[in-house]
């Protein structure tokens, strides 16, 4: 104001303020939503709102509402004095949860006066709007307006905003003896918009003059931006190759900022605008032609985020209160019944045309950045064009059109093909991120090359002139001879320097600067032609800006192009900006899942986590207990999306690896016997009648195509697989809220998760009928998965190594690092459960020259489990593929485990018959008392089955480390050389003690290499040491002579016939050669001092085993007989492997002779069997 109370129109800062309220109206809105949400769900409401007790309390202040004070009469009565008890108990609680719903409310109050003061003030200035050339400022109008209109409408549909105002001044006023200063304008002010647009009409009343003037600006712009998909084909709208002479020319508009911005901005605009001020509706063609149009493509328009207002029903009822408005009426249903029915195929139109455009801006752009300068401009069009589509579609698909008499096709609501538009809006932005610095470099030389010297041509020569002629007329009349001062009067003071320093900045830019990755900061820049606007447009101004519309479009052009400099990630965020979804998490769920239905959108579903990375853009800072509770669901949303992405991948990935499976399984062995037989009966009846089997088809057919369009459920596995693989692959990391997600890893995670149960499930084991997948078919599968998984790095850049590496070193363990079971416990369990308690019921046998175990005495057909098909060396080999050393390492501990019981259960025996042992032992070249104390033994059958148990354990172990070391042999030659070479010339000597031999001994047993001592056998019979080594010396003396004086006790079991095809006893018996010299090894390598011991004990024990033996040549008893040669022959055995006996050894201690004719009797025996 002036010293004489006028008011000075350039010193009432209206773009200061506009900026400040446009802020400080988003942040109010995000707090009123906020409590509308919380009131309207009984989980985050607070609690006593919804307590029985407070009922009537609620009630009753409510009722009385604003009237809600202690010191009023009717507060002594009985029954609302026991109301309002309750109300006093939990003032202090009431307070504390209320005090930010309340103070929102003041705060709304406090935005609603600045509101008003601001528009007065406008009024007074008598400002002109027009949206072409003072953009920022009509835009900012009518941004005001709105905003302030949305948040008077919320502010109405929160149902308890009665009882919070009540509760917490009815509370404060008890606390403090006192309502709040507040509370009556407060009060006051809910009463005056229970029916807020009425109250909206009377406050826009005196407003409406400067509000029709902004609204009647938009007529040069928005029926050109709501054209049809067809105008827009045949303009070939966002086309860079439409003119390819001109693709190089830099994109021009007289309206730069109009061009990009939103429709359904301008359509709130207008029809919150002639809603207020409908008296421009009976006045203005252009206002009821803006109007029309507004209503007829929207039958739904946005408050705030997902709060929508029905429009048509909305003005009906304001409308229909005003006389002489009943054209207006039938006007508004004509259009909500068009609305209806046209709206929709009117934009689904639109998005079909918005996909194919922004398509060809995607390839063209990414081929050719550079375009990215001159066409900008087409970029945000294209962008802001989009986001309109997408944010109508979902704000008419959640909320259902009213029912009217024509009825809307639901197809138009629901666009499977919407992710391909999202896509595409977000390789849009993810080109402006990573080209930010070509579109630096060129508008930096465009602002300094072009825009400076044109604005400065502009202001000396375009708007000089008419106030120069004026100022030298009035001059030269007051005074001729004053001709020097025109210049400094040529433009108002204000003006001038804010324009020379517009010149001036954009002349101090260079390339270099963009070169040194210096930042940039316009923002000053355009806030002073913000405040140019609102200087050139009130009345009495002394420069005009709607004379002067070639400053306007030039200012608005170069006010685009620092945005471009500095500000491409608010310009993405103004035109494409899409945590609108963030609010409506069903449809985005519902798009997505429609997207992974459909196999030509599955590249296009990663478009969905990355608009998480938008959410965080609603937030505000007036409102910050909302940002972690946005951020939450940002994340959870982006996590799920990637998630469910990278489970549809894992999928189809199943199918493909199991019809690979199948296919593979085609070419086992065992299915060629089918056609083996069918070619054999062929053959047999070619010459008969009969007619012929068919022959089934050939493992390779399904490859065979008469047509290359025919199409393949694999055809269309692979097809989903590459589109959606292209979407993992699209970015390798996604920032949300200050979080880092990397679709691949969520992929790598799902395809180690399917590898691993996909290996276990493939054992196919089954604990009751002990039926288990043979190792070579679970390897031929597992090899076809493997085979299938790496193929996935051709569509995807994964380390499908790592993830190999991941499962299967975990499958070589008992248990992954879920505490599942894996192939390696499954196996061991079986061989160990199933196969060997199975040989000790004497149906099973080991072979050792087939070097497998067999059935024996029963028809391989009858039994759950063919033996022979499983501990074969080559299946073995397979299994040692399948669990490697590690595996395998354990599964000879587990062995080692069994083996070290037997031997516990050993020591038992013996300490019950040792002091008959110890005389056996000391007596044994006396005959008749060794008879005596023998007869005296207890338990021999059992000391001998549990050794032959022992036996065929380790005669299992051999096996499985043959198998391991044709493995390792075969993978790793060169280091199993090495290895074969240190075990060899490891000398034994006194320097290198047993603890050095034993590393070196498990050093080759983990290489599948046959030790003298086994490693692993030591480490488990150690735990058994007491703390008296002699004693243990002893015992372990004692079980060997146990274990010799028994031996004769064998050939009185007929199964202990030896069967000279096997090469082994039909029970089993020839194992107690592994078992007695493997025992004895570890047993006197703990016990005793090495070698030199190991030898001494045996040599007692083949004495003694000898001497034993040979007293079966004197038996008469035929019972004693049938199985004497068969035993005979274990002595021999046992010599032949032990590394620590000769057979001069032998010849010493049992005749050969004898030998010699046992062999003779048992294959003689054999040849009549």
């Given at each position: 104001m002036s010293r004489t109370g006028q008011l000075i129109p350039s010193q009432q800062k209206l773009a200061e303020k506009l900026t400040v309220l446009n802020d400080r109206a988003m942040g109010m809105l995000t707090r009123i939503y906020n409590i509308k949400k919380a009131c309207g769900d009984v989980k985050s409401k607070p609690a006593f709102l919804s307590d029985k007790?407070?009922?009537?309390?609620?009630?009753?202040?409510?009722?009385?509402?604003?009237?809600?004070?202690?010191?009023?009469?009717?507060?002594?009565?009985?029954?609302?004095?026991?109301?309002?008890?309750?109300?006093?108990?939990?003032?202090?609680?009431?307070?504390?949860?209320?005090?930010?719903?309340?103070?929102?409310?003041?705060?709304?109050?406090?935005?609603?006066?600045?509101?008003?003061?601001?528009?007065?003030?406008?009024?007074?200035?008598?400002?002109?709007?027009?949206?072409?050339?003072?953009?920022?400022?009509?835009?900012?109008?009518?941004?005001?307006?709105?905003?302030?209109?949305s948040l008077m409408l919320l502010l109405a549909r929160i149902d308890d905003r009665k009882a919070v105002l009540g509760l917490y001044n009815y509370a404060h006023d008890l606390t403090h003896g006192k309502v709040d200063q507040n509370f009556a304008r407060l009060g006051q002010m809910i009463l005056d918009y229970e029916q807020p647009l009425k109250k909206l009409q009377e406050e826009f009343t005196p407003h409406s003059k400067l509000v029709a003037c902004a609204l009647l600006s938009l007529h040069q712009v928005y029926p050109r931006r709501n054209l049809p998909a067809e105008q827009w084909r045949q303009a070939q709208m966002l086309s860079l190759v439409s003119a390819p002479g001109q693709m190089l020319n830099p994109a021009q508009s007289e309206t730069m900022p109009c061009e990009y911005l939103s429709v359904e901005t301008m359509e709130k605009w207008i029809i919150f605008g002639f809603l207020l001020c409908h008296g421009q509706l009976t006045q203005s063609d252009s206002a009821v032609q803006l109007w029309r149009l507004a209503l007829s493509g929207n039958y739904v328009i946005t408050l705030f985020?997902?709060?929508?207002?029905?429009?048509?029903?909305?003005?009906?009822?304001?409308?229909?209160?005003?006389?002489?408005?009943?054209?207006?009426?039938?006007?508004?249903?004509?259009?909500?019944?068009?609305?209806?029915?046209?709206?929709?195929?009117?934009?689904?139109?639109?998005?079909?045309?918005?996909?194919?455009?922004?398509?060809?801006?995607?390839?063209?752009?990414?081929?050719?950045?550079?375009?990215?300068?001159?066409?900008?401009?087409?970029?945000?069009?294209?962008?802001?064009?989009?986001?309109?589509?997408?944010?109508?579609?979902?704000?008419h698909s959640e909320n259902p059109a009213p029912k009217l008499n024509k009825r809307p096709n639901p197809v138009d609501y629901e666009d499977r093909q919407l992710p391909e538009l999202l896509y595409y809006m977000e390789e849009l932005r993810g080109l402006l991120r990573k080209y930010n610095q070509v579109m630096q470099r060129y508008y930096v030389q465009y602002l300094n090359g072009f825009d400076s010297i044109v604005l400065n041509n502009l202001v000396q020569n375009g708007l000089h002139q008419p106030r120069l002629r004026a100022r030298e007329s009035f001059n030269s009349k007051r005074n001729p001879t004053c001709q020097e001062d025109w210049n400094l009067s040529v433009c108002p003071e204000d003006e001038s320097i804010i324009m020379s320093s517009f010149v001036n900045t954009m002349n101090g830019l260079s390339v270099k600067q963009v070169e040194e990755g210096e930042i940039f900061d316009f923002r000053g820049m355009r806030l002073d032609w913000f405040r140019l606007q609102a200087y050139t447009s009130v009345s009495r101004a002394q420069l005009v800006l709607r004379e002067n519309p070639d400053l306007a479009r030039l200012m608005n052009t170069i006010t685009f192009h620092t945005y471009m400099v500095d500000s491409l990630d608010e310009m993405a965020k103004e035109t494409s900006d899409l945590s609108t979804f963030c609010f409506y998490g069903r449809l985005f769920e519902q798009y997505f899942q429609w997207c992974l239905e459909t196999p030509s959108q599955m590249r296009y579903s990663i478009s969905f986590p990355l608009i998480c990375s938008h959410f965080m853009n609603c937030t505000h800072e007036i409102c910050p207990e909302e940002r972690h509770h946005i951020g939450d669901r940002s994340l959870s949303q982006a996590n799920f999306f990637l998630d469910e992405m990278a489970k549809e991948a894992k999928n189809i990935i199943t199918s493909i690896c199991d019809e690979q499976c199948k296919l593979g399984d085609q070419l086992l062995p065992k299915n060629a016997a089918k056609t083996i037989s069918i070619a054999i009966e062929r053959k047999r009846n070619q010459n008969k009648a009969k007619k012929l089997p068919q022959e089934p088809d050939k493992?390779?057919?399904?490859?065979?195509?008469?047509?290359?369009?025919?199409?393949?459920?694999?055809?269309?596995?692979?097809?989903?697989?590459?589109?959606?693989?292209?979407?993992?692959?699209?970015?390798?990391?996604?920032?949300?809220?200050?979080?880092?997600?990397?679709?691949?890893?969520?992929?790598?995670?799902?395809?180690?998760?399917?590898?691993?149960?996909?290996?276990?499930?493939?054992?196919?084991?089954?604990?009751?009928?002990?039926?288990?997948?043979?190792?070579?078919?679970?390897?031929?599968?597992?090899?076809?998965?493997?085979?299938?998984?790496?193929?996935?790095?051709?569509?995807?850049?994964?380390?499908?190594?790592?993830v190999f590496n991941n499962v299967l070193l975990q499958q070589t363990q008992p248990q992954d690092s879920h505490?599942?079971?894996?192939?390696?416990?499954?196996?061991?369990?079986?061989?160990?459960?199933?196969?060997?308690?199975?040989?000790?019921?004497?149906?099973?046998?080991?072979?050792?020259?087939?070097?497998?175990?067999?059935?024996?005495?029963?028809?391989?057909?009858?039994?759950?489990?063919?033996?022979?098909?499983?501990?074969?060396?080559?299946?073995?080999?397979?299994?040692?593929?399948?669990?490697?050393?590690?595996?395998?390492?354990?599964?000879?501990?587990?062995?080692?485990?069994?083996?070290?019981?037997?031997?516990?259960?050993?020591?038992?025996?013996?300490?019950?018959n040792k002091v008959v042992l110890t005389t056996l032992r000391t007596h044994f070249d006396k005959p008749a008392l060794m008879a005596e104390?023998?007869?005296?033994?207890?338990?021999?059958?059992?000391?001998?089955?549990?050794?032959?148990?022992?036996?065929?354990?380790?005669?299992?172990?051999?096996?499985?480390?043959?198998?391991?070391?044709?493995?390792?042999?075969?993978?790793?030659?060169?280091?199993?050389?090495?290895?074969?070479?240190?075990?060899?010339?490891?000398?034994?000597?006194?320097?290198?003690?047993?603890?050095?031999?034993?590393?070196?001994?498990?050093?080759?047993?983990?290489?599948?290499?046959?030790?003298?001592?086994?490693?692993?056998?030591?480490?488990?019979?150690?735990?058994?040491?007491?703390?008296?080594?002699?004693?243990?010396?002893?015992?372990?003396?004692?079980?060997?002579?146990?274990?010799?004086?028994?031996?004769?006790?064998?050939?009185?079991?007929?199964?202990?016939?030896?069967?000279?095809?096997?090469?082994?006893?039909?029970?089993?018996?020839?194992?107690?050669?592994?078992?007695?010299?493997?025992?004895?090894?570890a047993m006197f390598t703990i016990y005793g001092k090495g070698r030199v011991t190991i030898e001494e004990r045996l040599k007692e024990f083949l004495a003694l085993a000898s001497s034993s033996l040979l007293k079966l040549g004197q038996?008469?008893?035929?019972?004693?007989?049938?199985?004497?040669?068969?035993?005979?022959?274990?002595?021999?055995?046992?010599?032949?492997?032990?590394?620590?006996?000769?057979?001069?050894?032998?010849?010493?201690?049992?005749?050969?002779?004898?030998?010699?004719?046992?062999?003779?009797?048992?294959?003689?025996?054999?040849?009549?069997?």
């Open positions: 007790n407070l009922e009537g309390a609620i009630k009753f202040i409510v009722r009385k509402f604003p009237h809600v004070d202690s010191k009023n009469n009717y507060w002594t009565m009985p029954f609302v004095q026991s109301q309002l008890q309750q109300v006093n108990n939990i003032k202090g609680e009431i307070m504390k949860q209320l005090s930010l719903y309340y103070f929102t409310f003041v705060d709304v109050m406090d935005f609603k006066d600045h509101v008003s003061e601001l528009l007065t003030t406008m009024d007074a200035c008598n400002v002109h709007f027009d949206i072409t050339t003072n953009y920022d400022l009509t835009k900012g109008y009518l941004d005001l307006i709105i905003s302030y209109v985020r997902d709060e929508v207002l029905y429009i048509h029903k909305t003005v009906e009822g304001v409308f229909e209160g005003i006389k002489g408005y009943g054209k207006r009426v039938t006007e508004t249903k004509e259009c909500a019944n068009y609305a209806v029915v046209n709206a929709g195929p009117f934009h689904r139109e639109r998005r079909a045309f918005l996909r194919t455009a922004l398509k060809e801006l995607v390839m063209i752009l990414a081929d050719q950045p550079g375009l990215l300068g001159p066409k900008a401009l087409f970029v945000f069009m294209g962008l802001s064009f989009a986001r309109d589509e997408v944010l109508w579609l979902l704000r493992p390779g057919r399904e490859s065979m195509r008469r047509s290359r369009t025919d199409v393949t459920s694999m055809d269309k596995l692979y097809l989903m697989l590459t589109e959606l693989c292209s979407a993992i692959n699209y970015t390798p990391s996604i920032q949300v809220w200050e979080h880092t997600f990397a679709p691949r890893e969520y992929l790598t995670q799902h395809l180690e998760s399917r590898f691993t149960k996909a290996l276990v499930g493939m054992v196919m084991y089954n604990p009751d009928s002990g039926e288990i997948a043979k190792p070579s078919e679970l390897l031929n599968s597992v090899e076809a998965y493997m085979g299938v998984l790496q193929t996935i790095e051709n569509y995807v850049h994964l380390d499908i190594t790592r505490g599942d079971k894996t192939i390696t416990a499954l196996y061991t369990n079986w061989y160990l459960e199933v196969l060997l308690r199975r040989v000790s019921t004497g149906q099973i046998m080991f072979s050792p020259n087939r070097h497998a175990f067999v059935n024996v005495g029963v028809d391989p057909n009858q039994v759950a489990v063919n033996a022979e098909e499983f501990p074969d060396i080559s299946e073995l080999r397979s299994l040692a593929e399948l669990l490697g050393p590690y595996g395998m390492k354990f599964l000879n501990e587990s062995l080692m485990w069994h083996i070290s019981s037997q031997v516990a259960e050993l020591k038992k025996l013996v300490t019950q104390h023998f007869n005296r033994l207890r338990d021999v059958d059992n000391v001998l089955k549990r050794v032959t148990i022992v036996g065929v354990i380790l005669s299992f172990k051999t096996l499985a480390q043959d198998a391991l070391n044709d493995v390792l042999k075969k993978r790793i030659p060169f280091l199993m050389s090495s290895i074969i070479d240190f075990q060899k010339h490891f000398p034994e000597t006194p320097e290198n003690n047993m603890v050095r031999v034993e590393i070196v001994n498990e050093m080759a047993s983990a290489a599948g290499l046959p030790c003298d001592v086994d490693p692993a056998l030591c480490a488990a019979l150690r735990v058994q040491k007491s703390e008296n080594p002699d004693e243990d010396y002893k015992i372990a003396c004692l079980l060997m002579v146990f274990i010799a004086v028994s031996l004769p006790m064998l050939s009185l079991d007929s199964q202990s016939s030896f069967r000279a095809d096997l090469e082994g006893h039909t029970n089993n018996i020839h194992c107690l050669a592994k078992a007695v010299n493997s025992i004895a090894a038996e008469t008893d035929k019972l004693a007989l049938r199985s004497r040669e068969s035993v005979y022959l274990l002595l021999d055995q046992i010599v032949r492997e032990s590394p620590f006996l000769t057979m001069d050894l032998l010849e010493s201690c049992f005749p050969y002779a004898l030998l010699r004719n046992s062999y003779h009797a048992v294959l003689r025996h054999d040849n009549r069997m």
